[in-house]
């Protein structure tokens, strides 16, 4: 599976979330102090909906006004540290890869320094979706223990396996070249199609799953995981209609998996039947709890657009409850004082 559930289903439904193009400022605190006399920056690197990279990404950090750019590096888990920094405002612009379905993160970090003391500073930069919006909480699904790959070349298997481990470790590229490499050999693959059809998903090219886990549901009429992974790559692709149709195909296969319903409380909202998208969303959570703990946050949204601000309250406390960090958190945050204040 891959990206955003609290358990192996990720959808980065972390696997896909309610998504802007819009990067987030952050203010950094002051964290501890020490006996030397210059500020530090202790940075972090976080994907929207929870997660960091497994790679090292660039930033460039601007100096305060007058001052130069520098560039660094941060670790393979997302962090970095800076020492030696004088006071003012520092901007930091994190770049990615143009394959990653994630936009340059920015934020922006004051010092205030100290003559006597240094101060260490704590800053995060959220990499926000490219994807459409309102797809957090649901990702899509791998295959599972109904199917089998016993009678598949050796060499085939092979190198899907090395692609689930590309997969695992979030580096996309190598996963689709090892799941191609696996269809050259065995083109009627179900593992590779399905999982080759999730990671094009991710990396946005829509047009290509959606034929990839046509030919994979095709093969497995059956078989919920590409039925709803093709599900997912339609409404990301914005062809409702025929979403329409794939979600009602996933849930007449698998009526206690919790993603496709959760998928047809997104299709519902954006064609602006709130009551369908609420009835939707409170069926997910019942199915998958904190598995998809995002239906809360959209529930939140609906039943303020629903002037049910009670309903709204304990939507995002429930949300909260579970997800602490990331752009949704704090909208949850703000929006729980709002209604908090209108009590």
């Not at 240094?118 to 699904?141: A, D, H, N």
């Not at 886990?213 to 990301?236: E, H, Q, T, V």
């Not at 579970?322 to 729980?336: H, K, N, T």
Request: hydrophobic content about 40%; aromatic content about 8%; glycine content about 8%.
């Amino acid at each position: 599976m891959f990206g955003c559930r609290v358990r192996s289903i990720a959808v980065c439904i972390t696997c896909l979330l309610a998504l802007s193009a819009a990067a987030s400022r952050n203010l950094g605190l002051a964290q501890s102090e020490s006996s030397a006399q210059s500020s530090s920056v202790n940075g972090f690197i976080e994907f929207e909906g929870g997660g960091r990279p497994t790679e090292r990404l660039e930033i460039y950090v601007q100096t305060p006004t007058g001052g130069s750019r520098f560039r660094i590096f941060s670790d393979p888990g997302g962090t970095f540290f800076i020492r030696s920094l004088r006071q003012g405002t520092y901007e930091f612009n994190v770049k990615v890869p143009r394959t990653w379905p994630y936009s340059e993160g920015y934020a922006e970090l004051i010092l205030l320094g100290s003559p006597r003391s240094s101060t260490t500073y704590t800053v995060t930069v959220y990499l926000k979706r490219k994807l459409g919006p309102g797809i957090t909480g649901v990702s899509g699904r791998t295959m599972t223990a109904q199917e089998t790959d016993e009678k598949v070349a050796k060499e085939a298997r092979r190198h899907y396996r090395r692609g689930v481990d590309a997969a695992r470790a979030s580096k996309s590229s190598e996963a689709i070249a090892s799941f191609r490499k696996a269809l050259e050999i065995e083109p009627e693959y179900l593992f590779a199609l399905n999982d080759l059809g999730v990671q094009l998903t991710k990396r946005g090219s829509y047009d290509e799953a959606i034929d990839v886990l046509r030919l994979a549901a095709k093969l497995a009429p059956k078989s919920y995981p590409p039925r709803l992974n093709l599900a997912l790559a339609l409404l990301l692709a914005n062809r409702n209609d025929e979403a329409a149709i794939e979600i009602g195909l996933a849930m007449e296969l698998d009526s206690s998996a919790a993603e496709a319903p959760f998928l047809s409380g997104i299709l519902e909202r954006r064609r602006g039947n709130r009551e369908s998208a609420v009835a939707a969303f409170q069926k997910a959570y019942e199915l998958g709890g904190v598995d998809v703990i995002f239906s809360q946050y959209e529930l939140g949204q609906l039943y303020e657009e629903l002037n049910q601000p009670e309903a709204a309250a304990r939507a995002y406390r429930i949300f909260l409850q579970f997800v602490q960090r990331g752009p949704q958190a704090e909208r949850a945050r703000r929006q729980l004082k709002t209604l908090d204040l209108a009590a």
